[in-house]
């Protein structure tokens, strides 16, 4: 728990970072001149009208005044300024974003905000380093005899972990960024078990489990934002499981024990069964 609150302070200190280093030059700008309207620059700029006033925070009623500067384009790390009667949900439809992965992104632990608060519109961006080998890796480890000799559940986690560090992306599914139930989706899938695409279609999938019997290639499942079960991972073992994160931004391995997984948790499901388990008529579930 120590090492918890001491990584989160960390996290906070990289995201407060971001926030108030953005390099002076990383956004484009353009000086409004008399007789500009948001539609000629939009047009100048071939930006949409509604990004202009997402950018400069502008009201629908708001005049522009020459000499202002406005942002027409934004390469750095997206950031919104929080305004007197804006909420979490408003927002995340404001940018067309998920609640969850806008909370994940800044660690918010509740719905509240401040008048003023920064928050990150989208995760710092990820490098494409060793991504590209990923599928090669997958591929000619799955045609090797060696492999025909492991068990089901070890070739399971063989796969899990080839994924380590890919990006996460909401609504992902390649190498180049996939979400939780997409990484559990395309993992079970290369040891021949189909599952649905969603963390909430997924838990209607095998044998419920609870936590305190959880065996390695369990599924476990997460309440983040809503009622339903919304995050999806891999349990390793030792109390760790694997999973896209969106509040590691990439595959990552996380422990059941830390706060923030341990009082989300709603239950595990099994769909890979022993040798014993097969023999009293428990077979795996292949969707």
Known sequence: ?????????????????LIFSVPANADETYKVKKGDTLSKISKKFKVGIQEIRQLNNLKRSGKLKPGQNLIVKKTGTKIYTVKKGDNIFRIAK????DV?????????????LKIGQKLLL???PETKTARENVVEEIKKMSESEELSKVG??????????????IPYKFGGSSIMGIDCSAYVQKVYGLIGIDLPRSARLQFNEGESINMDSLSIGDLVFFRTYASFPSHVGIYLGNDLFIHASSKGKKVSIDSLSAPYYFKRFIGGKRLIFDNAEKENGNLPHEG
């Open 1 to 17: 728990m120590i090492l918890d609150r001491i990584a989160k302070k960390f996290y906070l200190a990289f995201i407060m970072l």
């Open 100 to 112: 969850d992965e806008l909370k994940d992104i800044n660690l918010l632990e509740s719905d509240a």
């Open 94 to 97: 404001k940018f067309d974003m």
């Open 152 to 165: 089901v559940k070890d070739k399971l986690i063989l796969f899990a972990k080839k994924f380590l560090n």
């Open 122 to 124: 989208e995760p710092e």
